[in-house]
């Protein structure tokens, strides 16, 4: 998959997923409390977009890894 190769590796691209990960799912945990009220809904919620979005992210980065764009040399 040369394609995927870039300046980044993928432990730093599956570290910084993670990370952000955890910020965007508090966000979302107390988003959804405050709106529903219930720490078990909110829970779930935020479980299941930690999950989805941990994957969603790693791609995302490793597709920038490769594109020269806006990169200095």
Same mark, same amino acid.
């Given at each position: 998959?040369?394609?995927?190769?870039?300046?980044?590796?993928?432990?730093?691209?599956?570290?910084? #997923?993670? &990370?952000?990960? *955890? $910020?965007?799912? /508090?966000?979302?945990?107390?988003?959804?409390?405050?709106?529903?009220?219930?720490?078990?809904?909110?829970?779930?919620? #935020?479980? &299941?977009?930690? *999950? $989805?979005?941990? /994957?969603?992210?790693?791609?995302?980065?490793?597709?920038?890894?490769?594109?020269?764009?806006?990169?200095?040399?």
């Amino acid at each position: 998959m040369g394609w995927l190769r870039g300046i980044e590796g993928h432990h730093r691209s599956l570290v910084k #997923a993670v &990370t952000w990960r *955890i $910020t965007g799912s /508090a966000d979302t945990f107390l988003i959804s409390f405050i709106l529903t009220g219930r720490l078990t809904l909110a829970g779930s919620i #935020a479980a &299941t977009e930690l *999950i $989805t979005k941990i /994957a969603l992210y790693y791609f995302h980065e490793r597709a920038w890894a490769v594109v020269p764009w806006g990169r200095r040399s």
